[in-house]
């Protein structure tokens, strides 16, 4: 068995190395207009204005710009090495198939897995009448005729995940949730996705005829949703933490930008008032990120003890 890919250090390493590289996108901007104002001797007040005006948008900008590009960071080296392993396991091979690559989560909450959104990463395709996986951690399929439902998830967070409702014989209603990850930036993402989710649901509700044979290939999809901390799920401690963080950053602005001030400094005092908040913002998002993978992992352990 090849080992996996999609492993919990690699998604904190990689979401480590968007927050230091999106704090370093909105920091650059102040500290190269800073640099400017340090060495420009008697600069006129509309320039420092137009200045100070543009490293905010530029700021803005530039962290935009790395959050949307890192989101999917690794996303191109998972799909290569993936794509062998499917490729060996789908009857008809990845472009014959139609696959999709696709992160993948159980249950239809959007949950956090050590920051990430996606429980997995693999590839989906249709093989006789039969929506088959075959990812980094999960194989499964799912006969046509057990898929109850395609919807999109209402999100305010960007991309709207797919939900596919589904059901077991003389069991349960059951759900997961899938999102196209044939893109490297969110914005191509939420692009692809609509097409998926178009595809998925003109095949689900096709008069194509079922064929029943070998339709359950490698058994359900999972549904166990522990070691997820559901996003809209309240943490102990986040409030805290934003209070904290909130109260030094403050602190901090107030003591550097309050002796520009002082000093008659004012764009100067602005542009570092700027650079602290960027610096505060990514920051407390790294720690809450981090406080939903410690709760997930806690959550995790009590159910693995249980």
Request: aromatic residues 10%; hydrophobic residues 45%.
């Amino acid at each position: 068995m090849a080992a996996r890919a999609y492993t919990k250090g690699f998604r904190r390493r990689n979401r480590l190395i968007a927050a230091m590289v999106t704090m370093a996108a909105g920091v650059a901007p102040f500290m190269l207009a800073l640099a400017v104002l340090q060495f420009w001797s008697s600069p006129p007040p509309y320039a420092v204005g137009l200045l100070t005006a543009a490293t905010f948008v530029a700021a803005g900008l530039a962290a935009w710009y790395s959050r949307g590009t890192l989101a999917l960071l690794g996303n191109y080296g998972l799909r290569q090495r993936l794509g062998k392993l499917a490729a060996a396991e789908l009857a008809t091979g990845i472009e014959q198939a139609g696959a999709a690559f696709v992160g993948f989560s159980p249950g239809e909450e959007m949950r956090v897995w050590d920051g990430e959104t996606d429980r997995d990463v693999g590839f989906l395709a249709v093989e006789r009448n039969t929506l088959v996986y075959v990812g980094d951690e999960y194989k499964w399929s799912l006969p046509r005729e057990q898929i109850d439902q395609v919807e999109l998830a209402a999100s305010s967070s960007g991309v709207r995940r797919i939900i596919v409702r589904w059901h077991a014989p003389r069991e349960g209603p059951r759900a997961f949730s899938i999102v196209c990850r044939e893109a490297n930036t969110l914005e191509g993402v939420g692009l692809v996705n609509l097409r998926l989710y178009a595809a998925l649901r003109d095949w689900v509700w096709s008069d194509a005829p079922s064929a029943r044979q070998n339709t359950l290939r490698w058994g359900y999809p999972p549904t166990d949703t522990s070691g997820g901390w559901a996003i809209d799920q309240p943490l102990s401690g986040s409030c805290a933490t934003v209070l904290a963080m909130t109260v030094i950053v403050v602190l901090t602005i107030w003591g550097v930008s309050g002796s520009l001030l002082g000093m008659g400094d004012y764009y100067g005092a602005i542009l570092w008032a700027g650079l602290l908040a960027v610096v505060g913002a990514v920051f407390t998002a790294y720690l809450l990120s981090y406080l939903h993978s410690w709760h997930a992992e806690k959550s995790r352990s009590r159910h693995d003890d249980g």
